[in-house]
C-alpha cells in the first residue's frame, strides 16, 4: 500500500481534487441546501461600519467603491462585491465605483447589472450610483484623489463630465468620502488604500480580499482598516449578515407601508418566523390578502442565487479542505514509513 | 508550469483516463439533445432610434446646433413619416435575458426574444478554453498551448487598450487637444474658454516622457527611456518613503505598544469574567512578544547567540505559524476560484444546475437526471 | 552621453522624489505632488504600450527565425492585433445616447460591443481557469513536499490544520460538542483560527511589515540621493 502511495501520479489527485469541488457544486446545486454559517467579528465589524458610513457626518453617506481585481479572482471576490453593492443600496447610500486593475470596470459592470439593476431599478445612475471606470497608475491615482479627485477623474466610463453628474456636486477629493470599501486581488488593493488613503486621511476603510492576501492585512485591523473579509469563508459569512439584514429591512418597510407602526415593525421583522403566524391575527386585519402573501413571502421565500454564490461555495471548500488534509496526513505516512525503513525522504 | 509527471502511466490508468473523458463527453453529448439543450444565449433586441433636430442660431449668422433625441420605435416611425427629410441614426442593442423568459415566450406564441449566435459561439468558445486549459493536468498540449498563447495575445491587446481610452484619452488628449476630443473622441467634454487652457501645456512633459519611454523598443534610442524610468522611480520612491514610515512603521508600532491587561467582556459570572480577562490579556502579551521576537529574529547585526539566539528561536515559530495560516488561507483561495470555473461549465454551459433561477424547473430536473 | 544616460536622469529622480516627499509636508506644494501623480499616471498608460510592443518584437523575431513553436507565436500576435484593432476603433461598441452621431462617445468595454465578447468569452474563461489550475497544484504540493520533520515543520502544519478545518463547517463538525458560552469555547476550532490569525499571525506579519517597511524607506532615500543607482542599469 505504501509503495503503491509512494508512486501514486499525481494525475490521480487531480481527479479526487476535481471530484471533492465538482460534486459538492452539483449536489447543492440541485438541492440549494448550504451550510450554516457563523459569522466571524471581523465579517460582523465589516457589515457595521457600512452600516454606519456617513453617521458621523449626518448625511446621506458617500462611499467610494474600488473593485480592484479581475476575472482570474472573481470567484472568491465577486460575493463580496454583490452583498457589498447589496447593503450599500439596501441603505441608501451613494456608491461611487472605480478600479485601479484595467479589467476592474467590467467587475463593476458585473455588479450593477447582477444587484442594481436586478433588485434595486429604482436607484438612478449619476443620482444614486456612479462608475467612474479605470485609471493607470496605481497608488499614484489613490496619491491624485487625495488632493484632486476631478484632475485623474474627468469623466465617468461612458464620457460625461462629472460636473454634469449630479451625485458629483460636493466631491472634490477622497476626503469627501464617508467610507472607502475596496475589494482586491493585490497590487494595487487593499494595502495601498490602507497606505496612501485611510492612514493619510482618517478615511474609514473596509476592504475585501483574496486568501493569499488576508493574513498580510490583518495587522491593519482595526486601526488602519476598519472591516476585514478574506477569502471566501468571508465573502460567505458577510453575504449571510448582509443577507438576514436586507429580508429584515425589506420586511420593515413592507410593515411600515402597510400601516403598522414603526416599534412594531421593527419587533415583528427582527424574528421573521413569527410573520405566518402574526398574518393571521388581528393586528394584521387592515391588510389585504395579497399583501399578507407578500410579506410572507419577503420574510420566508427563498434567498436569490445572486446572493448565496459564497455560502455555495463553502460546500466544495470544505471537502477539499478535508482532501487537502488527508494528502498532507498520507504524505507524512509516506515519509515516516520511508524514514523506518532507512530510505531517503 | 511543467508537464512531468511522477511516473509514466500503465495502460490499466490510461484506459481509466479514457473511460473518465468519454464519460464526460457522454454526458455532453446526452445533456445536448435531452429537455431544450445545453449551452444556449437568448437576447431580447432594443431598438434605439434617434432623430436630428436642428435649432437655428438667434442671429441667423452663427451655426445652427444639431440635438438628437430618442424616441421610441412606433414614434419615430410616424416622426419619419411625418418628416421625410429628417436626419436619422437607428441601431439595435440586445440585452442578454434568462432562457427562462424565451421559453415562456415559445409557450405564449412568440415574442421578441431571439437566439444569440454570436453570445452561443462566445459560450462554447468559452467552455473550449476552459476544458483546454484544463487539458494541462492531463499532460502538456496542443490545445493548451494554444489557449495559452490566446490569452497573452488578448491580455496584452487588452490593457492597451483600455488604458488608451481609459488614461491617455480623458488625461492628455482632452487637455491637449480639447477641440478634437471633443468633436471626435468625447463629445461630452467641456471645452476650456478661449479652446484652450494654457496652463495645460504642462502635459506635453508626460507626452514627451511617454514617447521617451515607447523609444525602449528601438534599439539606438532605448537611452531616452531612462528619463522616464528614472521619472517613474523617482516619484514612486517619494511616496513610498514616506507613507510605509507613516503606515508600516509607526502606526504598526503604536499598535504593538498596547495594554497587556484587558478586562474580559463574558460578566455572566465571575469565573467567566475572570476566564475571558486570561484570555484577553493573553492574547496581548503573546501578540506583543511575538512582534518583539520576530524582529529579534530580523536582526542579523548580533548573533543569535544565548537569550537572543532563545528570543529568535521564538520569533522563527511565530514565523512558522504565520506562514501555515498564510498556506491555509492560500489553498482556500485556490479552491473557490476552482469552484467558480466548475460552475461555470455546469450552470452556463451543461445547464446541470440553476442556482440563479435562470431556466426552468423541467430543465433543472432533466438536470437532475445526470 | 553621461550626461544623457546618467547625470540628467539621476537629476530626474532627485527632483521628482524630492517633490512626492514635500508634498506630503506641505500643503501648498500638494498640488506639485499632483502634477507629479498625474504625469505618473500617464506614463503608466504608455507603459501598457510598451508592454504591447515588446511582445510584438519578441513574437516577431521567434516568427522570423522559425524556433519551435513559432506557429504559437502567430496566434499571440493574431490574438493581440484583434484585440486592439476593435478595441481601439470600438467595432460594435454603441455609441453613446447623448450623443449618437459619435462614433467613439460609447462605452468600450460595452455589452455587446466585440471588445466585450472577446472580454466575456476569451479572456474571462482563460484568466480565470489559468489560476482555477493552482487547486490542483497546491494539493499535489501538499501531498509531496510537506513533512513533519522538525518541530517548526509541525508548527507549520499544525497551524495550517487549524485555518483549513476551522475556516469551513469541518471546524463546526469536529469541535461541536464544546459549548458556545463556557469557559472551553477558545478551543472550537472556528474560534482558534480566528485567535490564530488575530494574535500569532497579526504578530509574525507586523515583524515582516516593519521589516519590509524599513528596507523600502531606506531603499527610496537611496534612490533619490543617487547612491543606489542600479535602475539605470549600472550596476553599481
Known amino acids: 500500500m505504501i509503495k503503491l502511495l509512494e508512486n501514486l501520479d499525481r494525475r490521480w489527485i487531480f481527479l479526487a481534487m476535481a471530484l471533492c469541488v465538482s460534486v459538492p457544486i452539483l449536489v447543492i446545486g440541485l438541492t440549494g441546501v448550504t451550510f450554516p454559517e457563523t459569522p466571524t467579528p471581523l465579517a460582523e465589524a465589516f457589515f457595521a461600519e457600512v452600516d454606519r458610513a456617513g453617521e458621523a457626518n449626518g448625511r446621506q453617506a458617500n462611499v467610494l467603491i474600488a473593485l480592484d481585481y479581475d476575472p482570474a479572482s472573481a470567484g472568491e471576490l465577486s460575493p463580496m462585491s454583490a452583498s457589498l453593492v447589496n447593503q450599500c443600496a439596501q441603505r441608501g447610500h451613494r456608491m461611487y465605483f472605480i478600479s485601479l486593475w484595467p479589467v476592474g470596470p467590467q467587475m463593476i459592470d458585473d455588479s450593477i447589472q447582477k444587484v442594481i439593476k436586478r433588485f434595486y431599478p429604482e436607484l438612478v445612475y449619476g443620482k444614486d450610483y456612479v462608475n467612474l471606470g479605470f485609471k493607470a497608475g496605481s497608488e499614484q491615482v489613490i496619491k491624485v484623489m487625495g488632493v484632486d479627485l476631478t484632475a485623474e477623474f474627468r469623466t465617468d466610463v461612458e464620457g460625461t463630465m462629472l460636473s454634469e453628474i449630479p451625485m458629483m456636486e460636493g466631491i472634490t477629493s477622497l476626503e469627501d468620502f464617508d467610507l472607502i470599501a475596496e475589494i482586491s486581488a493585490g497590487y494595487p488593493g487593499s494595502k495601498e488604500w490602507v497606505l496612501y488613503a485611510a492612514t493619510q486621511y482618517d478615511i474609514p476603510l473596509v476592504s475585501g480580499m483574496t486568501g493569499v492576501q488576508a493574513p498580510q492585512n490583518y495587522p491593519y485591523y482595526p486601526t488602519q482598516m476598519q472591516g476585514l473579509l478574506g477569502a471566501i469563508k468571508g465573502a460567505a459569512e458577510y453575504e449571510f449578515i448582509v443577507n438576514a439584514y436586507v429580508r429584515e429591512n425589506i420586511v420593515r418597510k413592507m410593515l411600515v407601508k402597510n400601516g403598522i407602526d414603526d416599534e412594531t415593525s421593527r419587533t415583528l421583522a427582527s424574528d421573521l418566523d413569527q410573520i405566518p403566524t402574526w398574518t393571521t391575527t388581528a393586528a394584521a386585519a387592515s391588510m389585504t390578502p395579497q399583501a399578507k402573501a407578500d410579506l410572507i413571502d419577503a420574510a420566508t421565500g427563498a434567498t436569490p442565487g445572486e446572493f448565496l454564490e459564497g455560502q455555495r461555495r463553502m460546500g466544495p471548500q470544505l471537502f477539499a479542505h478535508l482532501l487537502m488534509v488527508l494528502l498532507i496526513i498520507l504524505g507524512n505516512v509516506i515519509f515516516f514509513a520511508q524514514r523506518r525503513r532507512g530510505g531517503s525522504a | 508550469m511543467s508537464s512531468s509527471v511522477s511516473e509514466p502511466m500503465t495502460s490499466a490508468q490510461r484506459a481509466i483516463w479514457a473511460i ?17 439543450g445545453m449551452g444556449r444565449v437568448y437576447v431580447e433586441p432594443k431598438p434605439m432610434d434617434f432623430v436630428a433636430e436642428v435649432s437655428e442660431s438667434a442671429d441667423g449668422e452663427s451655426a445652427s446646433t444639431v440635438d438628437w433625441k430618442q424616441l421610441p420605435p412606433t414614434e419615430f ?23 427562462r423568459s424565451y421559453f415562456a415566450q415559445e409557450t405564449a406564441g412568440g415574442g421578441p426574444i431571439v437566439f444569440s449566435w454570436p453570445r452561443t459561439i462566445g459560450l462554447w468558445l468559452a467552455a473550449f478554453f476552459t476544458l483546454a486549459i484544463f487539458s494541462f493536468l492531463y499532460r502538456d498540449n496542443p490545445f493548451y498551448k494554444f489557449a495559452e498563447s490566446v490569452v497573452v495575445g488578448v491580455s496584452a491587446g487588452y490593457w492597451m487598450v483600455v488604458g488608451f481610452w481609459d488614461t491617455i484619452v480623458p488625461n492628455l488628449l482632452q487637455r491637449l487637444l480639447p477641440a478634437f476630443s471633443k468633436e471626435y473622441l468625447t463629445p461630452g467634454m467641456e471645452l476650456p474658454a478661449g479652446g484652450f487652457d494654457m496652463v495645460n501645456l504642462v502635459f506635453l512633459i508626460p507626452l514627451v516622457l511617454g514617447l521617451m519611454l515607447v523609444c525602449r523598443l528601438l534599439p539606438k534610442c532605448g537611452w531616452m527611456s531612462l528619463w522616464p524610468l528614472a521619472f517613474i522611480v523617482g516619484t514612486m520612491a517619494g511616496l513610498r518613503m514616506v507613507s510605509y514610515i507613516e503606515s508600516d512603521i509607526l502606526v504598526q508600532t503604536k499598535e504593538t505598544v498596547i495594554p497587556l491587561y484587558v478586562q474580559g467582556d463574558n460578566t455572566s459570572s465571575t469565573f467567566m469574567l475572570v476566564w475571558t480577562t486570561i484570555w484577553s490579556s493573553l492574547a496581548q502579551i503573546l501578540l506583543v512578544i511575538g512582534v518583539l521576537a520576530c524582529l529579534v529574529y530580523f536582526f542579523f547585526s548580533v548573533e543569535h547567540k544565548g537569550a537572543v539566539g532563545k528570543t529568535a528561536r521564538v520569533g522563527i515559530w511565530y514565523l512558522m505559524i504565520t506562514f501555515g495560516a498564510a498556506f491555509g488561507f492560500t489553498v482556500m483561495g485556490r479552491i473557490a476560484l476552482l469552484a467558480a470555473r466548475v460552475e461555470f461549465l455546469f450552470d452556463d454551459w451543461m445547464w446541470l444546475i440553476d442556482p440563479m433561477q435562470q431556466r426552468e424547473f423541467i430543465t433543472a430536473s432533466v438536470g437532475l437526471l445526470f | 552621453m553621461q550626461i544623457l544616460t546618467r547625470s540628467i536622469p539621476l537629476f530626474i529622480t532627485a527632483v521628482a522624489g524630492v517633490v512626492m516627499i514635500l508634498s506630503a509636508f506641505f500643503p501648498y506644494t500638494s498640488d506639485w505632488g499632483k502634477f507629479a501623480g498625474q504625469f505618473f499616471n500617464i506614463l503608466a498608460a504608455f507603459a501598457f504600450v510598451l508592454g504591447g510592443g515588446n511582445l510584438l518584437k519578441l513574437h516577431l523575431k521567434k516568427i522570423s527565425d522559425q524556433r519551435p513553436g513559432w506557429a504559437y507565436s502567430g496566434v499571440v500576435l493574431v490574438c493581440f492585433i484583434v484585440t486592439l484593432f476593435v478595441g481601439l476603433m470600438k467595432i460594435g461598441a454603441y455609441p453613446n445616447p447623448t450623443y449618437p452621431n459619435v462614433h467613439f462617445s460609447g462605452e468600450t468595454q460595452g455589452s455587446g460591443s466585440m471588445f466585450w465578447w472577446f472580454y466575456e468569452y ?67 476550532l472556528e474560534n482558534l483560527s480566528v485567535y490564530v490569525m488575530q494574535v500569532f499571525n497579526t504578530a509574525g506579519t507586523r515583524a515582516i511589515m516593519i521589516g519590509i517597511a524599513l528596507g523600502i524607506a531606506s531603499t527610496s532615500m537611496k534612490i533619490i540621493l543617487g547612491i543606489d543607482r542600479s535602475f539605470l542599469g549600472s550596476g553599481d
Open chain 2, 20 to 36: 473518465v473523458c468519454l464519460v464526460i463527453v457522454l454526458i455532453v453529448v446526452a445533456r445536448s439533445f435531452v429537455g431544450h
Open chain 2, 77 to 99: 416611425a410616424a416622426y419619419v413619416a411625418a418628416n421625410p427629410g429628417t436626419e436619422t441614426i437607428s441601431w439595435v442593442e440586445y440585452d442578454q435575458v434568462p432562457p
Open chain 3, 122 to 188: 476569451v479572456f474571462k474563461p482563460l484568466t480565470s481557469t489559468m489560476f482555477a489550475m493552482l487547486a490542483f497544484y497546491v494539493a499535489s504540493a501538499a501531498f509531496r513536499a510537506f513533512r513533519a520533520k522538525n518541530f517548526e515543520a509541525i508548527l507549520l502544519l499544525g497551524t495550517a490544520f487549524i485555518v483549513l478545518l476551522g475556516r469551513t463547517f469541518a471546524g463546526v463538525l469536529a469541535t461541536g460538542w464544546i459549548p458556545p458560552d463556557s469557559a472551553f469555547s477558545g478551543l472550537r
